[in-house]
């Protein structure tokens, strides 16, 4: 089913007077890929441009993501001043996910492994930044990171054990989603006061540095072999977790969880924290830290209980926008293609997202609203662009001639 007519409708509405004098490249070629990131047939920038009603050939959907990198930069600018809520707490949420491709050849593709398939496939993997705002998560930035064990391994496979090997491997890559994480947060230091993540980055790399470098506040999962130190005894956090007695209450999102607070020294962190042990209405249990040892439990809390919404986004946006559907041979295009998907506020049409399911560990779903057909007509009463109208449509106008 073909809805450019609609989308146009909808961008026309919207954005008023400056819809007739945007340059017509940019606008039609923009709309057509949109149009494919929400229709179900359309797996690929091949799919999205063999439909007859697009008027557009491969080449020049393809050129497009190649080239006028001026255009998506400040695209992508424009859409990141356009997220922001002045005077509220900025919680970043950091977390990375597979998109699993079909050639070797494509960039940053390698072998991964697949913990909800529990195999090894050909996949990119993708570290991505984002905000919650008001229950919802904004990407701010997806970075593709890469595997800088694949050049060396070959040359040390002759003396290393194949033991030794993958945990060097495993090690590079860990490195490596934690650098680029903090290396992005440092160019951003104004857009973060609590940084949230899961226990793979809560680790004493990423804790140090958001205490050290960035001034933020750290708020993760710990695993449960770390050994720390509470009220001068030494324990490993499965045997502080285990004979915690909960002391104090909180309400969140209709439930109740129980939790208690400790000032702790990790022995692999060279900073005192501060460590909640929480319990859930169904006894489950896990512990939180933050690298500042003065922040309130239940603030801490309040924090993690927003990472569940990066989670939903990965849900969303992988079976409802096409956020691996780019099997392009070029780096810049692949980076170019992930931000429309970044800023798309609807799922395919007529879609409706399944609820997620609750973790283990303290994570609350929400249910996203979605777009139905009747959506294009309550235009007026629900407006889902209050802050971008007047300003996406022209930025795109100082594009024209």
């Known amino acids: 089913m073909n809805i450019l007519t609609s989308i146009e409708e909808f961008v026309k509405y919207h954005f008023g007077e400056y819809f007739e004098n945007i340059a017509a490249f940019y606008l039609r070629n923009l709309l057509i890929l949109v149009q494919g990131l929400i229709s179900e047939r359309c797996d690929s920038i091949s799919k999205i441009a063999q439909n007859p009603l697009n008027k557009r050939a491969h080449t020049t959907l393809t050129r497009f993501l190649n080239q006028h990198d001026t255009f998506w930069t400040e695209m992508e600018k424009r859409f990141q001043e356009v997220i922001q809520c002045p005077g509220s707490t900025r919680v970043v949420i950091a977390d990375d996910s597979l998109l699993e491709k079909r050639g070797k050849q ?22 991505t930044i984002g905000e919650n705002i008001n229950g919802l998560f904004y990407p701010l930035k997806i970075l593709f990171t890469e595997n800088k064990a694949k050049s060396s391994s070959k040359q040390k496979t002759k003396c290393e054990g194949k033991k030794k090997l993958k945990a060097r491997q495993k090690k590079e890559r860990q490195q490596t989603k934690n ?11 104004e857009n973060t006061d609590v940084i949230v993540a899961d226990s793979w980055y809560t680790n004493a790399y990423l804790i140090e540095a958001c205490h ?30 285990s004979t915690s007695k909960m002391n104090r209450r909180v309400p969140l999102n209709g439930k109740t969880i129980q939790y208690r607070s400790y000032n702790a020294q990790i022995q692999s962190v060279r900073i005192p924290v501060k460590i909640v042990v929480t319990q859930l209405e169904n006894g489950a249990r ?47 295009a692949h980076r170019h293609y992930m931000i429309p998907p970044q800023k798309q506020p609807f799922p395919k049409k007529g879609k409706s ?23 294009f007509k309550k235009l007026r009463e629900n407006d889902p662009f209050p802050q971008i109208r007047g300003q ?6 100082s594009y024209a001639a």
């Open 106 to 127: 494509i960039p940053s593709v390698s072998k991964a492994y697949d913990h909800c398939t529990h195999h090894f496939k050909n996949a990119q993997t993708i570290l």
């Open 179 to 189: 650098d680029m994480l903090v290396n992005w947060l440092k160019a951003h230091p």
């Open 212 to 241: 050290d470098w960035i001034h933020s506040t750290f708020v993760g999962q710990l695993k449960g072999n770390l050994i720390l130190r509470v009220d001068n005894k030494i324990m490993n956090v499965n045997e502080l977790v």
């Open 286 to 332: 896990a512990a939180l830290v933050s690298s500042d040892s003065q922040i309130s439990g239940e603030d801490m809390i309040r924090y993690y209980a927003q990472r569940w919404s990066i989670e939903s986004f990965f849900k969303m946006a992988k079976q409802n926008l096409g956020l691996g559907d780019c099997h392009l041979r070029s780096q810049k």
């Open 353 to 375: 997202l399944k609820k997620s399911k609750k973790s283990k560990d303290l994570n609350f779903s929400k249910q996203n609203q979605m777009l139905s057909p009747e959506n």
């Open 392 to 397: 996406f449509l022209p930025f795109l106008l």
